[in-house]
């Protein structure tokens, strides 16, 4: 009789301008996160408006050993325990992606463990499965972040299929694109949003004076686009001699029109295609109005589908989502023989 063994993952992120590691605990359907080590890099791109890829590299490059030891000691678990190694092989900057996938390549060859490759937006969809065993297939997933606004339908672990995508800027971009214009700062999406709120807040809000378009929100496709969202943005504030004074009006704003589309498509995807359920996913899903508003629409249109929502914890760039991907890889069979001409691709596809 053979008796099944939990396994024990060592993840590494570094597709953008964090380092991260995290160690995952996975048996059956079940995925436990040990440690979770995150060293942001935003205070140092803040002040250029965005990431400056070699600064992020460089960083890296520092801090990608300390992030990995201290994942293992809070873990408790020292490196003869893990059962593999996982790593973001793409799609990111090319020059952070290197960093993480040579060093998950040394450190597999020295400790003689399985490597296992991830798909970044892959990866950011498994933050769902996280202390999570009761998530039905089908599932429609939406995934927003910095670089990908796309729906997919997953009929299990590794079976997805691309339904809709964004033709130009992803959702967050937008939301990063459209902060610049305003001068809030890098990253924009938490600034946006902030700033909304102070909107929200007010004990009686003037009617809403600003109407930004829905883009393609009445196509009968599934894709998406941003980049005319922020143009029309810039021609209204180009208009409005007043706008500083209305920044916060003109973020609850931006916000509705992104979260709105978001959320109608994905509604629109999930009732086409008969899912059980509806995933979100990647950076843009820790915006609390979109959270929010996925749940209510969803209630409202499709009261059997069961809406799935990552822990805030695991929404942008972490290595536990890694782990949590890397998992169902390797129950799958999915692990990699180490060799030297692995490397990481800035373009990876899904599939
Ligand atoms: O997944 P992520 O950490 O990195 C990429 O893979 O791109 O996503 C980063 C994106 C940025 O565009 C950031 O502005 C956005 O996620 N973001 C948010 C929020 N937090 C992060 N957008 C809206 N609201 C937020 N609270
Ligand atoms: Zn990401």
Known sequence: ??????????????????????VIRGFGKQVEVLSNIISSQIDIHQKYGGVVPEIAAREHVY???????????????????????????GPGLITSLHIGTESAKALAFVWQKPLILVHH?????????????????PAM????????????????????KLIGETIDDAAGEAFDKSAQLMNLG???????????????????PKYL?????????????????????????????????????????????LQE??????????????????TSTILLAGGVSANQRLRQYLV??????????????????????????????????????KSTKNNATITADPNLELN
């Open 296 to 333: 209510e629409y969803a209630k409202l249109k499709l009261p059997n589908v069961k809406v799935n929502i990552p822990d805030l914890r695991y929404t942008t760039d972490n290595a536990a989502m890694v782990g949590a991907c890397a998992y169902f890889k390797l129950k799958a069979g």
């Open 186 to 204: 890098y990253p924009g999406g938490p600034l946006v949003s902030s700033e909304a709120k102070k909107w929200e807040g007010q004990k009686n």
């Open 209 to 253: 004076e600003i109407d930004l378009p829905r883009p393609m929100l009445n196509k009968p496709n599934f894709n998406f686009s941003f980049s005319g969202l922020k143009t029309a943005l810039l021609y209204q504030l180009q208009k409005d001699k007043n706008w500083k004074k209305r920044i916060p009006e003109y973020c609850f704003e």
């Open 141 to 160: 997933v939406l995934t927003v972040s910095g670089g990908h606004t796309a729906l997919y339908l997953m009929a299990g672990h590794g079976d997805l």
């Open 121 to 137: 937006v892959e990866s950011h969809l498994y933050a769902n499965f996280i202390d999570n065993t009761a998530i039905k297939f």
């Open 1 to 22: 009789m053979t008796t099944k063994k939990a396994k024990i993952i060592l993840a590494i992120e570094t597709s953008c301008d964090e380092t991260a590691a995290a």
């Open 257 to 274: 029109a992104i979260v709105e589309t978001l959320v109608k498509k994905t509604i629109k995807a999930a009732e086409k295609y008969h």
């Open 63 to 89: 801090n990608v050993l300390p992030v990995i030891k201290e994942a293992l000691e809070q873990a408790g678990i020292t490196h003869n325990e893990l059962d593999a190694i996982a790593v973001t092989q």
